[in-house]
T-cell receptor, first 114, second 115 residues
Framework: GNSVTQMEGPVTLSEEAFLTINCTYTATGYPSLFWYVQYPGEGLQLLLKATKADDKGSNKGFEATYRKETTSFHLEKGSVQVSDSAVYFCALSDLEGGANNLFFGTGTRLTVIP | GAVVSQHPSWVICKSGTSVKIECRSLDFQATTMFWYRQFPKQSLMLMATSNEGSKATYEQGVEKDKFLINHASLTLSTLTVTSAHPEDSSFYIC???????????FGPGTRLTVT
């Protein structure tokens, strides 16, 4: 079946530190992979996605590469800001190229301190 | 664009009563809406998928008679928790999808506490 395992938090970093949030997945077929972010009091927002192996998704300084050989989609950012404080969810979809039937990780809370 | 709202954001009800949660797409037409449930420190679990004007499709293990979903228009879906019990206390999140890319836009969630 489909599942996502995500690094547990919370994660606390100083501003300008390097961020990695690990995400691995189990899937049948060829899933699409996503990172969603939830800022306080708001709904989940799509941060980035990758639809096939070796694709790199990027947005707002965040990056993640779809690694089929390691079944991973780790989220990275070179220099975090206080405004990046949020909960980050890794997810996969079993509809190729689409976002239906999303399977989520447990979420990782990131707090960035000045 | 692509804003989804939920109401209420927080509700407390007594055991045995019913509570309705609304999910609205504010600036687009949502042909498909999804309802998720999230327990503390756990994943979002898909409860059901609904298409406008059709009956909802429930995931395995979700009681359709307990969690009534109505998607009567392209901008509104409702989830009614009937005869609520303390174990129904949870965070309920809806999402809506309306375009060919199937991207889901999420509401901010509703925290339900049953006493």
């Amino acid at each position: 079946g489909n599942s996502v395992t995500q690094m547990e938090g919370p994660v606390t970093l100083s501003e300008e530190a390097f961020l990695t949030i690990n995400c691995t997945y189990t899937a049948t077929g060829y899933p699409s992979l996503f990172w969603y972010v939830q800022y306080p009091g708001e709904g989940l927002q799509l941060l980035l996605k990758a639809t096939k192996a070796d694709d790199k998704g990027s947005n707002k300084g965040f990056e993640a590469t779809y690694r089929k050989e390691t079944t991973s989609f780790h989220l990275e950012k070179g220099s975090v800001q206080v405004s990046d404080s949020a909960v980050y969810f890794c997810a996969l979809s079993d509809l190729e190229g689409g976002a239906n039937n999303l399977f989520f990780g447990t979420g990782t809370r990131l707090t960035v301190i000045p | 664009g692509a804003v989804v709202s939920q109401h209420p954001s927080w509700v407390i009800c007594k055991s045995g009563t019913s509570v309705k949660i609304e999910c609205r797409s504010l600036d687009f037409q949502a042909t498909t809406m999804f309802w998720y449930r999230q327990f503390p420190k756990q994943s979002l679990m898909l409860m059901a998928t609904s298409n406008e004007g059709s009956k909802a499709t429930y995931e395995q293990g979700v009681e359709k008679d307990k969690f009534l979903i109505n998607h009567a228009s392209l901008t509104l879906s409702t989830l009614t928790v009937t005869s609520a019990h303390p174990e129904d206390s949870s965070f309920y999140i809806c999402s809506a999808s309306g375009d060919i890319t199937y991207e889901q836009y999420f509401g901010p969630g509703t925290r339900l506490t049953v006493t």
